[in-house]
């Protein structure tokens, strides 16, 4: 057999490179990197075919899809999708035009009027404001939760769907024990019927697959902002939810009818910019944020470090039990840090615009996980639709900071740092 059939036997550096080789999407003989597809419609050479191409659709089969539309499928997009899959060890995976629509998406095909979603409510953003202000329109209601306790489950409610939670979450890297959380819910799940099972979603997008595999520790759904490390340069939107088989189809029609389509165009820079350089890209940041870390933990201005490797981190204990190690037995603590300041918010303010002003190798900017360094304050800005009372379970200080680190060198990093602290 040529080893091109073989793509399992080679390692993530390889795989990541060169994806299956020989994919159902596209035949990879005469082109070293696949075509950027631009299609909205497709050629049926009789009606039979057309009808055949909705028919599996709806009842997927093995084998080369049929091209219709591209709201439907598209090979840029399946290809895409067979990487995610891969990385997050998933039957497959489904591609979104956001992280929003892929957040959406998952609660959309899993849920129905009166379901209840437990959440933890240190989340992202908008996703916090998609619970609020949306859901409770169709009766979908969310309960807030501090998931760092499983106690809930003793007795959970009989409309209990979704428990949702970040790997990693977005902004102060809070880590709840979702190992354990998956096997209490499968437990739980034995007594129930099959359409009030409770589905474990886990947004993964801050830990990326190479920190914490969701689906490898028991959750159902898991998502990615595509947006952030995966693409990885700042250029493309996109979202992906990689799952168990079952949710796959159902997660393709919310696509079909919602029509938060991945365009094919930035699905093509994902596939062939940001996959193959995730890893390095992951690797170097991860090097740099470790010392950068370091250094902010140490240093006289600074009150509190959430970083991972560091010994006292929060949820030390969850991160050694939930996030991966490398082959040096290296716990894989990513690139975000956040901190906070000694002093008042104003003394934050100060800080973060010496930065905006002067840095060189840190911008002020939202989003993650790109080649260049970050920096944003998180309860002013990325979560601002928080009222005052959420930010205070959510652990969200106002003069919390958050950093994401980039590809820059880390003394350049940790030099633009210095000079605002002694300006300060
Ligand atoms: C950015 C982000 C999202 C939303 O992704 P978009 O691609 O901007 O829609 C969701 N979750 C987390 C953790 C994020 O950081």
Redesign the pocket.
């Known amino acids: 057999m040529s080893e091109k059939n073989n793509p399992n036997k080679f390692d993530i550096d390889t795989r990541l490179v060169h994806g299956k080789s020989v994919s159902e999407a596209w035949n990879f003989n005469n082109h070293l990197i696949p075509p950027m597809t631009s299609n909205t419609t497709y050629r049926l050479e009789s009606v039979e075919r057309g009808a055949q191409g909705f028919q599996n659709f709806a009842e997927p089969k093995e084998g080369i899809p049929i091209w219709v539309y591209d709201r439907l499928d598209e090979p840029s997009n399946l290809m895409l999708e067979e990487q995610i899959a891969y990385l997050e060890n998933a039957d497959g995976a489904v591609t979104f035009s956001?992280?929003?629509?892929?957040?959406s998406a998952c609660v959309l095909a899993s849920t129905k009027s009166s379901d209840l979603i437990v959440s933890d409510p240190t989340?992202?953003g908008?996703?916090f404001s998609f619970f609020t202000n949306h859901l409770p329109k169709f009766g979908i209601n969310t309960q807030w939760q501090d998931l760092s306790s499983l106690s809930f489950l003793d007795n959970p409610p009989e409309n209990l769907r979704i428990i949702y939670l970040?790997s990693v979450?977005?902004p102060n890297l809070k880590i709840a024990p979702l190992k354990k959380l998956c096997g209490k819910v499968k437990k739980i799940n034995l007594d129930r019927p099959e359409d009030k099972k409770i589905l474990v979603v886990v947004?993964n997008?801050?830990a990326t697959p190479l920190s914490c595999n969701p689906l490898s520790l028991g959750a159902d759904m898991c998502?990615h902002?595509?947006?952030?490390n995966i693409e990885g340069f700042g250029t493309e939107?996109?979202?992906v939810v990689a799952s168990k088989k079952e949710w796959i189809l159902p997660l393709r029609m919310i696509r079909k009818d919602f029509g938060g389509v991945l365009n094919s165009r930035s699905s093509w820079q994902i596939l062939n910019h940001g996959i193959p350089t995730l890893k390095l890209r992951f690797e170097k940041q991860q090097e740099s944020a470790k010392k950068i870390a370091d250094y902010l933990a140490l240093h006289a201005e600074t009150e509190i470090v959430h970083y991972p490797n560091l010994k006292d981190f929060k949820y030390r204990e969850q991160a050694l039990d939930n996030l991966k190690t490398n082959s040096n037995g290296d716990l894989q603590s990513g690139y975000m840090i956040a901190f906070t300041l000694k002093g008042d918010e104003d003394r934050t303010k100060k800080f973060v615009n010496l930065i905006a002003k002067d840095s060189y190798s840190i911008t002020l900017a939202v989003?993650?996980g790109l080649t260049k360094t970050l920096i944003e304050v998180p309860r002013l800005m990325?979560h601002s639709s928080y009222g005052d009372e959420d930010v205070k379970t959510a652990d969200i200080p106002n003069k919390l900071i958050r950093l994401s680190i980039g590809i820059e060198s880390s003394e350049d990093i940790i030099n633009d740092l210095s000079v605002a602290f002694e300006a300060l």
Do not use: H, P, R, W
């Open positions: 956001s992280g929003m629509s892929a957040i989340l992202y908008c996703t970040e979450a977005n947004d997008t801050f998502v902002s595509l947006t952030k939107l996109g979202g989003s993650l990325t």
